[in-house]
């Protein structure tokens, strides 16, 4: 078990600057691809960005590109997301996710979300 425990969401105005937290369990943090979702209200579930294991190579949502950031604190077995120039079309419940099988079947533990509103 991987348990997830996201942090950091509230209420922002458009502009703004968000961080979210993801403390993660277990001793291989580093060795775990990571990610971060969001659900948009009457949307689904999306992907937001990545950090891969070993080299922490980052991918991002073509929407996200340039204003969000992921990271990760592996002495903390922390991940984040820093998230800049906030749209209200950012606001969403988002998601930290842990790839920990690397399968290729995708990630297995996702943690309950954390809600950003970014008012114009």
């Known amino acids: 078990q991987v348990p997830l425990v996201e942090s950091g969401g509230g209420v922002v105005q458009a502009g703004g600057s968000l961080r979210f937290s993801c403390a993660a369990s277990?001793?291989?943090?580093?060795?775990?691809?990571m990610g971060w979702f969001r659900q948009r209200p009457g949307k689904d579930r999306e992907f937001v960005a990545r950090i891969g294991r070993g080299l922490n190579i980052t991918s991002y949502a073509d929407s996200v590109r340039g204003r969000f950031t992921i990271s990760r604190d592996v002495a903390r077995n922390t991940l984040y997301l820093q998230m800049n120039s906030l749209k209200p079309e950012d606001t969403a419940v988002y998601f930290c996710?842990?790839?920990?099988?690397?399968?290729?079947?995708?990630?297995?533990?996702w943690g309950q979300g954390t809600r950003v509103t970014v008012s114009s």
């Open positions: 277990g001793r291989r943090f580093m060795t775990y691809t």
């Open positions: 996710a842990a790839d920990t099988m690397s399968n290729g079947l995708g990630y297995n533990y």
